[in-house]
Nanobody, 122 residues
Framework: QVQLVESGGGLVQPGGSLRLSCAAS????????MNWFRQAPGKERAFVAGVSREGGSTYYAESVKGRFTISRDNAKNTIYLQMNSLKPEDTAVYYC???????????????WGQGTQVTVSS
């Protein structure tokens, strides 16, 4: 069992930055691929970024490449999403997710966090 708790969301102006964190419970954090998804109002939940178990490989949705950076610290059981050059279309609830297979949009999620709201608006 893995419990995931996101933090760091909030209101930011276009062009601004935010860093999301996701803290995981349990001693098997390093066994999971970790991901960020997001769900905007009226839209389906969508993959944003993923990182391999050791942190050596990352995947990004095209819409965030070059602006967002995913990372993990296995010693702290935590992953991060650094979001720069934010746009209004980045407004969504952001979810942390742990998966046991391939990193990327088709990853099969085993555990979800509760989500944190990110709003990009002037």
């Amino acid at each position: 069992q893995v419990q995931l708790v996101e933090s760091g969301g909030g209101l930011v102006q276009p062009g601004g930055s935010l860093r999301l964190s996701c803290a995981a419970s349990g001693r098997t954090f390093g066994a999971y691929y970790m991901n960020w998804f997001r769900q905007a109002p009226g839209k389906e939940r969508a993959f944003v970024a993923g990182v391999s178990r050791e942190g050596g490989s990352t995947y990004y949705a095209e819409s965030v490449k070059g602006r967002f950076t995913i990372s993990r610290d296995n010693a702290k059981n935590t992953i991060y999403l650094q979001m720069n050059s934010l746009k209004p279309e980045d407004t969504a609830v952001y979810y942390c997710a742990a998966s046991t297979n391939l990193v990327g949009p088709t990853t099969e999620v085993a555990y979800w966090g509760q989500g944190t709201q990110v709003t990009v608006s002037s």
